[in-house]
C-alpha cells in the first residue's frame, strides 16, 4: 500500500506573535496567519486530496479550513496530531529566563517532568501511533494532507523519516525550520515511512 502525505503547519498565532510557548494551550490566528494559511492553499490549490486531518487545536482546525478551500473534504480532529504539551511552560514567555531554562533542559535531555509535561520519547510514540493510526486508516493511493503543529513537525521528521533534527536547526541558524504555513512532504509504502520534502514555506514550495 502507499500512501502520501502533504503536512502544514498552521498559520501564525497570537502566542507566536506574543513570542510566548503555546503548546497545547490555544490561540487565535493572526491577521498574517491567516495569509500563511492562504498561501499554503495557493500552493497545493492543484493538489489533489482524498483524506484530511487536524489536530484539536483551533489554530489547526481554522488553517486546514483555509488550505482545503472549496474542496469537499472535512478534515478529521486527531487528538494524536496535538502539539508537544510543556505543562507549566504552557503559554509562558519563551524569553523570561526561568522559561529558557525549562526549555533548555527539556530539549537537551528530553525529560519535561520538572514542569510536568510530556516527555520527548512519550511524544514520539505519540507521533508514530497516530501516524500508523492514519495509515491504518488509508487505501492504497490515498493523498492526505495533515495541518498540525511546528515542534510536532520536528520530532515526526526525526522519529518517522530518519531527519537529522540537530543538523537541521544549525543550518537554519538555530531557529525552528518549520515556518509558519510550511509544507512537508513524506509518504508511506508498505511499512516504509520515505521523505519527500523537507518543509518549505509556501511561497517556495514546488511539488517533488
Not at 509544507?183 to 520515505?194: E, P, S
Request: with cysteine.
Amino acid at each position: 500500500m502507499s500512501v502520501e502525505f502533504w503536512y502544514v503547519r498552521h498559520g501564525e498565532t497570537l502566542f507566536n506573535r506574543m513570542r510566548r510557548y503555546q503548546g497545547q494551550c490555544d490561540s487565535p490566528l493572526t491577521e498574517k496567519g491567516i495569509g500563511d494559511a492562504q498561501r499554503a492553499g495557493a500552493a497545493l490549490k492543484d493538489t489533489v486530496f482524498t483524506r484530511a486531518y487536524c489536530s484539536f487545536s483551533g489554530r489547526a482546525e481554522d488553517t486546514a479550513e483555509i488550505v482545503l478551500g472549496e474542496r469537499e473534504l472535512v478534515p478529521v480532529r486527531k487528538k494524536g496530531l496535538m502539539e508537544h504539551y510543556v505543562g507549566l511552560a504552557e503559554g509562558a514567555l519563551i524569553d523570561d529566563p526561568v522559561t529558557r531554562r525549562a526549555i533548555e533542559y527539556g530539549n537537551s535531555t528530553g525529560d519535561w517532568s520538572h514542569v510536568e509535561g510530556e516527555s520527548i520519547p512519550d511524544m514520539k510514540k505519540r507521533i508514530r501511533h497516530t501516524l500508523e493510526e492514519i495509515a491504518g486508516e488509508c487505501a492504497d493511493g490515498d493523498r492526505v494532507l495533515i495541518v498540525s503543529h511546528g515542534s510536532y513537525c520536528m520530532y515526526l521528521m526525526e522519529e518517522m523519516l530518519g531527519v537529522d533534527i540537530a543538523a537541521l536547526r544549525k543550518a537554519n541558524g538555530g531557529k525552528l525550520p518549520v515556518p509558519n504555513g510550511s509544507i512537508l512532504r513524506f509518504a508511506y509504502d508498505n511499512g516504509t515511512w520515505i521523505l519527500r520534502q523537507l518543509p518549505k514555506d509556501p511561497d517556495c514550495y514546488t511539488e517533488p
